[in-house]
């Protein structure tokens, strides 16, 4: 079915005032160390394993945090009862935005200086390139809060499985610092306050001094190397000569992927972002809205832990938001959103505080906003946007279609949009196979061997 739904260009702006943006902190070298961390998950084989073989590296985070270091709030987990629980939760939440309201204030201290980690699927074509002098194509791909690595996996299995003229030679793929396989490396280093900076300066970082000079089937070591400062200079200023860079990102991962094009736009060809959470400051300043702190409480009361993983499966569909889900996506999420415990029973890896903390960010979410009109224009921009006006109630009700149809024409020159049917802030979850023929449209129009551009 064709998807030709997409937002005109307002005939009346929004003109929000300044939330003041930051620039972002500037990135040091890492502190030396001889006790590497180890991969915290199995090796396995991916949904993407007909086309590609999957390999996973730790690289090391931004260095020093955007973020300081306070502790986290909790103790919800521990309680058994509904109404203790309840409070702690309550608590928790209210010491979540203290805590960020402190930190805009200028009160909560310095960036934290503990070296965090963040966890890569490295994705390697299995098929080589039909043009070999043609300069490689490679993805690079952020998750939504509370998602993970490989929720990718099943929107790329469609995008392969269909029919094209182009050729992606490498995929990378990263927990955030906070979530999944990174929050398994980094649970007793994190602190009690997430700024979205960090998750864009951990992506610069890992573009300008950890990205492999080359996409070639080689193995690389499971800490990749850091690449030599000059290189590093020159990534910064002219981009990659030897790769063509494709941002894709959901949610808070488009986010960080559109803040770092904005500080370093030579490093990408094109960003395709799924409904980014971005919007206006508000009319008295940024600060966390009532919609955000209703976000937060929800989130701080839900458990990490489940007896089993037909249980937490069964819990998660009862969840309206998750109900609406494509089965593939929820089979991911349970195999590789969980982790078992040593008594049988099953976690999350992304604590629900810890996904909580992300949604007290309101700043970032309005400093993208205000700073996408200075997105270089040379960047292609692709906004997959939801059918549905109810995905940006729960924040801004009475301004539930306008903040996204003023967000796709912030920059509006080299952009389009396209809203998929049926579809909320999860569209990616809800029908990836959708998603899938948006983006392989993009590329095959962008990228292709020919003119043949596939018509949506």
């Not at 928790?92 to 699927?121: D, F, P, T």
């Not at 094209?164 to 979530?179: C, G, L, R, T």
């Not at 999860?426 to 392989?440: G, M, Q, S």
Request: charged share 20%.
């Amino acid at each position: 079915m064709a998807i030709t739904n997409r937002f005109p260009i307002p005939t009346d702006p929004l003109s929000p005032p300044t939330c003041s943006p930051r620039q972002l902190a500037p990135i040091e070298s890492p502190p030396l160390i001889s006790d590497f961390p180890k991969l915290p998950s199995a090796p396995r084989i991916s949904l993407l394993d007909p086309y590609f073989s999957v390999t996973t590296h730790l690289v090391p985070a931004a260095f020093p945090r955007t973020a300081p270091d306070v502790p986290v709030p909790g103790g919800q987990e521990r309680l058994c009862d509904p109404a203790s629980r309840k409070e702690a939760a309550s608590k928790a939440a209210e010491a979540i935005v203290s805590n960020k309201m402190k930190q805009w204030e200028g009160k909560a201290g310095s960036g934290s200086r503990k070296l965090l980690w963040v966890c890569w699927n490295r994705y390697v074509n299995k098929t080589p390139r039909g043009q070999p002098n043609r300069t490689p194509l490679t993805l690079l791909c952020a998750h939504a809060g509370s998602s993970t690595k490989e929720m990718w996996e099943p929107v790329l299995r469609h995008v392969f499985n269909a029919t094209s003229n182009y050729h992606v030679d490498e995929i990378w793929s990263f927990d955030a610092f906070n979530h999944g396989d990174s929050h398994l490396v980094n649970a007793n280093s994190l602190g009690g306050i997430v700024d979205w900076h960090d998750n864009t300066r951990d992506i610069l970082q890992f573009l300008l001094h950890y990205f492999p000079i080359d996409a070639n089937s080689a193995l690389l070591p499971t800490h990749l190397p850091r690449i030599d400062d000059h290189i590093a200079t020159a990534r910064a200023r002219n981009g990659s000569a030897s790769r063509t860079l494709v941002g894709l990102g959901h949610s808070f991962g488009a986010v960080a992927l559109l803040r770092a094009a904005i500080a370093h736009p030579v490093l990408f060809s094109s960003i395709i972002v799924a409904d980014p959470t971005i919007q206006p400051a508000p009319d008295n300043g940024p600060f966390v809205t009532q919609g955000h702190q209703s976000i937060i409480h929800r989130t701080v009361q839900r458990s990490d832990h489940f007896r089993s993983r037909a249980e937490a499966r069964r819990r998660f569909k009862a969840v309206p938001a998750l109900s609406a889900w494509d089965p593939s996506m929820m089979d991911v999420y349970i195999d590789h959103g969980l982790m078992d415990n040593p008594d049988g029973t099953v976690k999350l890896k992304t604590p629900s505080i810890h996904e909580a903390m992300v949604y007290a960010d309101a700043r970032s979410q309005y400093e993208v906003w205000e700073l996408l009109p200075i997105l270089d224009e040379r960047v292609e921009l692709m906004w997959i946007m939801p059918g549905l006006d109810v995905a940006e109630k729960q924040l801004r009700p009475e301004k539930a279609y306008e903040i996204r149809q003023n967000s796709v024409w912030r920059r509006a020159k080299n952009a389009s949009n396209i809203r998929i049917p049926d579809t909320s802030h999860f569209l990616v979850h809800e029908k990836p196979k959708d998603t899938a023929r948006v983006i392989n449209a993009f590329l095959e129009r962008k990228y292709g061997d020919n003119e043949t551009a596939y018509k949506l």
